[in-house]
């Protein structure tokens, strides 16, 4: 949340200095906290706008927006200065509407009135069929991204999801709770690919955000540019034998959202070496990401560097 927030500059000097650390922790969680608990008060609707509203205002004035400027001028050539940073201001809008909308989103895990949640399956795959079959499901930083969690658990599938804790012990404990009540297990990223094979094995199907640069991936086109893209989620689909399924999520309003499960990613059929099929599947999953980007930027959080530094358009 720091880094998101502060950006990476004044990360460094705190990491030198454990005191001004935690102090920087403390402010953190009580303002976060702050927030919450207006939000609790709140309709989602009203939460939602207040957060976007904030987020809009404070946002584009952050360390972080640096990332933000670069990753969409990489992606989007062709829009013009004055284009990047009105999308810079909406994407940190949206930031606030997705951290104010936490203490709703248990309730978008049951059907409920008003439903605020609208859930499209344009799949046959046999995970939405009861056969007790496992599904890796994957999906990209946009709109809300803790929201499949929910469309899945209302859809009554047993799954697990991969998470990365904060650095921030407070504010990861506060988000954890949150999480859990969705339904949905949480495995730790420390745990790795062993979590996810154990979640496979026992019939669960799991799911993972796989939109942002990965070191030790491999690299696949992304908006043209060469990016390290996990190939995890293929490399686990293609050896348990289950559907990759994109789950794409939009934001239709204030606290509104649909989420659409697509039609399972497979490799082509000319190909019959497993790792260039693990690479062709990944490279498809990377276009859906590209194209849903493309449809609504300003619902993509791109905080984080998604090409190398050195990377340039040619």
């Given at each position: 949340?720091?880094?998101?927030?502060?950006g990476?500059?004044?990360?460094?000097?705190?990491?030198?200095?454990?005191?001004?650390?935690?102090?920087?922790?403390?402010?953190?969680?009580?303002?976060?906290?702050?927030?919450?608990?207006?939000?609790?008060?709140?309709?989602?609707?009203?939460a939602?706008?207040?957060?976007?509203?904030?987020?809009r205002?404070?946002?584009?004035?952050?360390?972080?927006?640096?990332?933000?400027?670069?990753?969409?001028?990489?992606?989007?050539?062709?829009?013009?200065?004055?284009?990047?940073?009105?999308?810079?201001?909406?994407?940190?809008?949206?930031?606030?509407?997705?951290?104010?909308?936490?203490?709703?989103?248990?309730?978008?895990?049951?059907?409920g009135?008003?439903?605020?949640?609208?859930?499209?399956?344009?799949?046959?795959?046999?995970?939405?069929?009861n056969?007790?079959?496992?599904?890796?499901?994957?999906?990209?930083?946009?709109?809300?991204?803790?929201?499949?969690?929910?469309?899945?658990?209302?859809?009554?599938?047993p799954?697990?999801?991969?998470?990365?804790?904060?650095?921030?012990?407070?504010?990861?404990?506060?988000?954890?709770?949150?999480?859990?009540?969705?339904?949905?297990?949480?495995?730790?990223?420390?745990?790795?690919?062993?979590?996810?094979?154990?979640?496979?094995?026992?019939?669960?199907?799991?799911?993972?955000?796989?939109?942002?640069r990965?070191?030790?991936?491999?690299p696949?086109?992304?908006?043209?540019?060469?990016?390290?893209?996990s190939?995890?989620?293929?490399?686990?689909?293609?050896?348990y034998?289950?559907?990759?399924?994109?789950?794409?999520?939009?934001?239709?309003?204030?606290?509104?959202?649909?989420?659409?499960?697509?039609?399972?990613?497979?490799?082509?059929?000319?190909i019959?070496?497993?790792?260039?099929?693990?690479?062709?599947?990944?490279?498809?999953?990377?276009?859906?990401?590209?194209?849903?980007?493309?449809?609504?930027?300003?619902?993509?959080?791109?905080?984080?560097?998604?090409?190398?530094?050195?990377?340039?358009?040619?």
């Open positions: 949340m720091a880094r998101l927030i502060l990476n500059s004044f990360n460094k000097a705190v990491k030198r200095l454990p005191l001004l650390q935690h102090i920087l922790w403390a402010i953190e969680a009580a303002a976060f906290g702050i927030l919450l608990g207006i939000s609790r008060l709140l309709s989602p609707e009203r939602s706008a207040l957060g976007c509203r904030l987020f205002a404070v946002g584009p004035r952050l360390d972080k927006t640096r990332i933000f400027r670069r990753n969409l001028t990489l992606a989007f050539p062709e829009k013009s200065g004055g284009e990047i940073e009105m999308l810079i201001r909406e994407i940190w809008g949206n930031v606030g509407s997705v951290l104010a909308e936490y203490p709703h989103l248990p309730t978008y895990a049951v059907a009135q008003p439903d605020r949640l609208e859930i499209v399956i344009n799949s046959d795959s046999p995970v939405f069929q056969t007790g079959k496992a599904a890796v499901f994957v999906s990209a930083h946009l709109a809300n991204w803790e929201i499949p969690a929910a469309a899945v658990r209302r859809l009554g599938i799954a697990s999801g991969l998470y990365t804790a904060l650095q921030n012990p407070w504010l990861d404990r506060s988000l954890h709770k949150v999480r859990a009540r969705l339904g949905v297990g949480l495995l730790p990223r420390d745990g790795g690919v062993r979590a996810l094979v154990r979640e496979l094995g026992s019939g669960k199907s799991i799911g993972l955000l796989v939109d942002q990965v070191d030790s991936g491999e696949v086109p992304f908006f043209g540019l060469e990016m390290n893209t190939t995890t989620p293929a490399r686990l689909a293609l050896r034998h289950c559907d990759l399924i994109p789950i794409r999520v939009q934001r239709l309003g204030n606290a509104r959202f649909r989420v659409t499960f697509d039609k399972p990613i497979t490799p082509s059929v000319e019959t070496d497993d790792h260039r099929k693990i690479l062709d599947m990944t490279r498809q999953l990377n276009e859906i990401f590209e194209a849903w980007i493309r449809a609504t930027p300003q619902d993509w959080l791109c905080s984080k560097r998604r090409w190398s530094k050195d990377a340039k358009r040619p």
